[in-house]
Nanobody
Framework: VQLQASGGGSVRTGGSLRLSCAGS????????LGWFRQAPGKEREGVAC????????SYAESVKGRFTIDGYSAKNTVYLQMNSLKPEDTAVYYC???????????????WGKGTLVTVSS
């Protein structure tokens, strides 16, 4: 499985960005695709997850109501719409995948290269 992430950039507080993650090489239609982020000096954290089996989505508390993960618009692809961005959202964002009918809590097996999101005040 290979993952190609794109869409990072720099915005001011309150702005929006949309990240894309295109996956390839999946062996079935069942997978979990998620976004994780790592800010400078901090541990990596889960941001949002899409499970293809039941279409379930999940979010970190810190982004609920501001971020939306979309796994339906394109097969093997997820988008992360980020609105009302805050400086604390500044981080390198990584797309990750796990094959099978799982959610992201089971751990991810494949990781894409990160894309930097910078939110200035």
């Amino acid at each position: 499985v290979q993952l190609q992430a794109s869409g990072g950039g720099s915005v001011r507080t309150g702005g929006s960005l949309r990240l894309s993650c295109a996956g390839s090489g999946f062996s079935s239609d069942y997978y979990a695709l998620g976004w994780f982020r790592q800010a400078p000096g901090k541990e990596r954290e889960g941001v949002a997850c899409f499970s293809s089996g039941d279409g379930d989505t999940s979010y970190a508390e810190s982004v609920k109501g501001r971020f939306t993960i979309d796994g339906y618009s394109a097969k093997n692809t997820v988008y992360l719409q980020m609105n009302s961005l805050k400086p604390e959202d500044t981080a390198v964002y990584y797309c990750a995948a796990r094959e099978g009918d799982y959610d992201c809590s089971y751990g991810m097996d494949y990781w894409g290269k990160g894309t930097l999101v910078t939110v200035s005040s």
